[in-house]
Structures are given as C-alpha cells and as structure tokens.
C-alpha cells in the first residue's frame, strides 16, 4: 500500500467531519439545496479540469456514464440533500450525528446479499459498540430535547434516515458498478448526477437565498476543494480498495471528530462521559475494521 492509502482513513474522517462545521456556518447565509447545487457546479468545474489535465480516461460506453450518474446522485444529491436540508429544517445536529451511525448498521445487514461480503462476529461486536460510543458522545445534546422538539423534527428526522439510506445504497453501487475506471473522472460524473438530481428539488422547495459575503465564500471554497474533491476522493479509494462495511464503520468516528472539532472553534466543552464515547467509538472501529485473519 502507498503512504497516501495508509493515510486514507484517517484523512477522511478528518475531512469529512467538517463537513458539520461547514452546515453550521453555511445555514444562516443560505438555502441548504441552493448552497449544495453551487457546490456541485464549482466541484464539477473543478475536478473536470483536473482530470482533463491528467488527461484520464473518460468512459466510452453510455453504461459506464449512467453508472457515474445514478451513483452521484445516491451519494451525494440525496446523501447530502437530505441531511443538509434536515439540518436547515430544525434538525439538531447532534440527531443528525446519531442517524449517520445508521450507516454502517445499514452497511452490515445489506452486505452479504448485495454483494456477498461476510459479516463476522468481531465486526457485529465493533459495530455495535461504535454505536454506543455515538450514543455517549452525543447525549448531553439529546437529553435537552423535550418530547414537543422531538415532535416537530420528526419530519427532517425522516428525511435524514433517508439520505443515510441513499449513501448505503451509494456505496454498495459505487462498488458494484464503479470498481474500475479513473476516480478523477468517476467523480466529475458523479458532481454532474447530483446537479442533475438536486437542481429541479432545490428550484421547487427553496427561493434560491445565497448571500455572498467572506463567510459564504469561505465556507464554499472549503466545501468544494477540502470535501468535494478531497473527502470524497478518499471515500472512493476506499470503497474501492476494501470492503464497503468497513469503509462504512469509519462514518463512527465522524460524530466524535465533529465534537471535539465545535470544542476548539465554537467553545463547546466535553464531558468525561463524552470523552469515554469518543475512546469507545474508536475501539468499536477499531473492531469493525479488524481485517479477519488468513486462514492456515
């Protein structure tokens, strides 16, 4: 494996993780679906070009272009859609944090009929107790829910199960469908099949408000260029170098990451039952992702 593989899931979940920041700062200058289609356009532009000037392969065959479509739009037109516009509809993110640990329970039950992979018993053990480290880091923020909140975010709740629903199927299609092929131009395709998708939802729900100002234009440039191109370019090495449930097990760290990252930007503090989730999260992982040993 090169440095840059080894070094993948670490850098994904770092990256990945800002991608809550990036919500928070985002929601009160924009229209979540607004904001998210701009971010496809730019992202689009922006890898097309890269992958033009390492002159890749682009496929040759309609099959192979539907197949980069339908998959953008699954992991990020609906992935990204509804959890955005959960987020901008009421949704806490610390609820939005706890339904993205759906996605490796997900991940682990539709495996082996999807594509025949195996689901041992230390990765059922690993995925449960990253659950419960989710659980743990993110109570103190559930518990100040009353049950009217609750009541009134059961929409975007729906919405968001859904989108962790659609980046399931995404990675299972991406694995299926996409195993071969130049990521560089996969991944413009993809940008293209989100546009594609999320465009025509964004013009019926929203009135298309994006202030430009230095937030805005920071916080899109990090969107395009730090999550887009990067974070999203390591989820496909990794879809495509391993198995998808363990690549799907790493989504555990991310709720952990983005509490200790709000605690260095926002000043939010950690309390010790948060700082025991976050290091039995990791364990779970850990688990998770344990590569079962060769047989003798």
């Known amino acids: 494996m090169t440095l840059l ?12 993780s800002t991608g809550w920041i990036a919500a928070r700062y985002a929601a009160p200058h924009a ?11 730019f992202a689009f532009a922006v890898v097309t070009a ?22 953008g739009a699954l992991l990020h037109a609906l992935y990204l859609g509804g959890v955005w516009w959960a987020i901008g509809h009421g949704l806490p993110a ?5 339904i993205a640990g759906l996605q490796p329970i997900l991940t682990a039950l539709l495996a082996p009929g999807l594509v025949g992979e195996r689901i041992g018993s230390l990765q059922w053990a690993g995925i449960g107790v990253g659950f419960a480290g989710i659980a743990l880091v993110l109570q103190p923020g559930l518990a100040g829910l009353g049950a009217e909140r609750l009541a009134a975010v059961l929409a975007p709740i729906g919405v968001n199960v859904g989108a962790m629903l659609a980046v399931t199927l995404g990675t299972f299609y991406q694995k299926r469908y996409l195993a071969t092929g130049d990521l560089r131009a996969m ?13 025509p939802i964004a013009y019926a729900l929203e009135p298309g408000r994006l202030d430009w100002n230095a937030t805005t234009i920071l ?3 990090w969107s395009v260029l730090g999550l887009s191109v ?3 370019g390591f989820l496909l090495l990794l879809i495509r170098r391993g198995a998808v449930s363990r690549t799907a097990a790493l989504i555990y760290l991310v709720p ?19 700082v025991a989730g976050v290091a039995l999260t990791a364990a779970g992982v850990a688990l998770a992702t344990r590569r079962a040993a060769p047989a003798a």
């Open 230 to 232: 990067g974070a999203i």
């Open 50 to 71: 890269i992958a033009l000037a390492a002159r890749a392969p682009w496929p040759v065959r309609g099959l192979g272009l539907a197949h980069a479509l339908v998959s």
């Open 256 to 274: 952990p990451t983005v509490a200790i990252e709000a605690a260095l930007l926002f000043g939010e503090t950690l309390s010790a039952l948060q």
């Open 94 to 98: 610390g609820i939005s944090g706890l």
């Open 219 to 221: 916080v899109m440039a």
């Open 5 to 16: 593989e080894r070094l993948a899931p670490a850098l994904f979940v770092l990256i990945w």
């Open 187 to 199: 991944t413009a395709l993809q940008y293209l099949g989100a546009l594609i998708v999320l465009a």
């Open 31 to 41: 229209d979540p679906l607004t904001f998210l289609c701009l971010r496809f356009a």
